[in-house]
């Protein structure tokens, strides 16, 4: 069949040859220009112990790392960060910290929450990192808080159980021009 003198079969094969290209230029990308540099990467730290999973997310990918216990996991997620900022360059991602929790674990981490964004909103990290300890002392099990301008990094141990939570401190929230407004006023600004 031709249409104004084109074979309509031959432009939709020339169309499918060049998708089918296409994806494979794409896939190709994805796992010898990301992936394998990233999988080579974990693999020398001793921070993540299983293979990392990597989804492509529309125009991002988000990176599952199942981390092994760490004293600090303030540095330890810098460090995974960067390493991953370095392979990725410019591309957006997110990491996702996967860790070896249990229900009493859990239980203290939502026990917890209240202090914690209530910390974020007035600024009260002393009292928060008092608190979690509180919880996590009533089931034998230790607390850490780190605290960056970045996040907030919560840990919880007990046994060989361990549970992690990064929660990030958003500047850019309605309760910050509330502050900023607060603070104006306390300065005797307007």
């Known amino acids: 069949m031709q249409i104004k003198g084109l074979r309509v079969y031959v432009v939709i094969a020339a169309v499918f040859v060049t998708l089918a290209v296409l994806l494979s230029v794409q896939f190709l990308y994805q796992k010898y220009d990301v992936e394998e540099p990233l999988f080579k990467l974990y693999s020398e730290t001793k921070l993540v112990n299983k293979i990392p999973v990597i989804e492509e997310k ?11 216990k760490t004293d600090n996991l303030r540095q330890a997620y810098r460090e995974l960060n960067s390493y991953t900022a370095e392979i990725l360059g ?55 808080v780190y605290i960056d301008n970045d996040n907030v990094y919560v840990e919880i141990f007990k046994g060989n159980n361990y549970l992690y939570e990064i929660i990030p401190r958003q500047k850019n929230n ?17």
């Open 58 to 68: 529309g125009t991002s990918i988000n990176v599952v790392l199942h981390v092994k």
């Open 90 to 144: 410019d591309t957006k991602y997110t990491m996702e910290l996967r860790d070896n929790r249990d229900k009493a674990l859990e239980e203290i981490y939502y026990q917890s929450q209240f202090v914690i964004y209530e910390a974020l909103a007035k600024g009260d990290f002393t009292k928060m990192a008092d608190v979690i300890q509180q919880n996590a002392d009533k089931v034998g099990a230790t607390a850490k």
């Open 174 to 190: 309605s309760l910050g021009a509330v502050d900023s407004y607060a603070n104006q006023i306390g300065s005797g600004q307007r």
